[in-house]
């Protein structure tokens, strides 16, 4: 199975990697991430946070049939190698079977780099999916440190901060921003002020 997903909290390098894996890859590639906003087919970015960026094509996460048609032409029409794909907690489930079949189908790799974890510290259904049906060998977890001051434990939540305090309730895709810490388990499940 040539499909890996790499996987870490906010801000653990998940999208470094992503553009470092690009970078290095000596075949014909593209790359395309995930957005609650933006068409798909359109002109995307993806970013990481040492400042460095790479081109990208969006995928709406509600537009199915849009996104199956999108990597159909890329496999069928073009001469890519490899797929990566940004963001990838944000796709519905039934879209990534789809593109975990075409993949196994027509043989072209595709390397997913999302988060596992809600800031309620579910799993999102695609990434349950994939941690589901691949292999341990093809899952790279990126780990990173607490973010709570003085704490030197690896972090493990992905936490949405709210008036200071962890919050563990509420809808998990919102368009405003929300400030999120990652956070190790005392710190998570600590209700008093974290900042």
Do not use: W
Not at 65 to 85: A, G, H, P, R
Not at 171 to 189: G, N, R, W
Request: charge should be negative; glycine fraction near 6%; aromatic fraction near 10%.
């Amino acid at each position: 199975m040539d499909i890996t997903f790499n996987t870490g909290l906010m801000g653990s390098g998940k999208s470094k990697k992503l553009i470092d894996d690009y970078l290095i890859d000596p075949k014909e590639k593209v790359a395309l991430s995930v957005s609650l906003t933006e068409d798909t087919f359109s002109r995307g970015k993806i970013e990481s946070r040492d400042g460095r960026s790479l081109r990208s094509i969006n995928l709406n996460r509600d537009q199915f049939k849009q996104n199956i048609s999108l990597l159909e032409i890329i496999i069928f029409m073009t001469n890519t190698q490899t797929i990566y794909i940004d963001e990838s907690q944000f796709l519905p489930k039934e879209t990534v079977e789809k593109f975990v079949s075409l993949s196994e189908s027509y043989h072209v790799p595709i390397h997913f780099y999302g988060l596992d974890l809600t800031f309620t510290g579910e799993l999102f259904d695609s990434s349950s999916h994939l941690l589901t049906i691949l292999p341990s060998e093809n899952i790279n977890r990126i780990s990173r440190g607490c973010e709570a001051s003085k704490c030197s434990k690896i972090a493990q939540y992905n936490a949405r901060i709210v008036d200071g305090k962890v919050s563990r309730s509420g809808e998990t895709f919102v368009e405003e921003k929300s400030y999120y810490l990652a956070l190790c388990s005392d710190h998570y499940y600590n209700d008093e002020k974290i900042i």
